[in-house]
């Protein structure tokens, strides 16, 4: 897995300096931006992986960014995580309805809780591709990964999937592995 480019977008330094360091302690790529306007403007021009903002900011804020970055289409597909200050509920939904990935408080979530969320965002991303039995090599992978040669589930008979993970966006690399998609009984 390559490393993750995350932008991060705080008025505080102090704060923006804390999380930079835990980001590349971890091995992200870290950019940074002092509010929403400049976080926009880098994000545009970056494509980060990942955007992590605080909220109140002076000129443009976290929400009013996260508007903007869903308007532009390149832009739009960026994952958010919004970190504030307070918890308050009108902000957390406020955030939910932005689509952000997560809303952690500071001073609530330690270190190792933010980075596992932010991993887990990028270990989701799965995508399941109809395979076809029969073409090309299909006999041959289905002997050598022991699985059925109709590409039919063991357990409940339903045609198997590909689930399709990617490793590097740069060179086109993906693991993928056979799943059923009613019961996911795993295929041996
Ligand atoms: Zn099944």
Redesign the pocket.
């Known amino acids: 897995m390559k490393a993750i480019r995350i932008l991060l977008v705080d008025d505080d330094d102090a704060i923006r300096e804390m999380y930079a360091t835990i980001f590349q302690k971890n091995g992200f790529i870290v950019s940074e931006a002092k509010d929403g306007v400049e976080g926009l403007t880098i994000a545009t021009k970056d494509m980060p992986d990942i955007v992590f903002t605080g909220i109140v900011m002076p000129t443009m804020d976290g929400f009013a960014m996260m508007e903007a970055l869903k308007k532009n289409v390149s832009t739009s597909k960026i994952p958010v995580i919004i970190s504030s200050h307070l918890g308050r509920e009108e902000d957390q939904q406020r955030a939910r309805d932005l689509g952000a990935k997560a809303f952690f408080v500071q001073g609530f979530h330690t270190p190792n809780e933010i980075i596992e969320k932010i991993g887990s965002i990028f270990e989701a991303v799965e995508y399941k591709i109809k395979f076809m039995p029969g073409e090309l090599d299909a006999d041959n992978l289905a002997q050598d990964m022991q699985i059925s040669k109709d590409f039919?589930?063991?357990?409940?008979?339903?045609d198997?999937i590909l689930v399709m993970k990617i490793l590097n966006r740069d060179n086109h690399e993906f693991s993928a592995k056979f799943v059923?998609?009613?019961?996911?009984?795993e295929q041996k």
């Open positions: 039919k589930c063991v357990k409940c008979g339903s198997l059923c998609d009613k019961c996911s009984v």
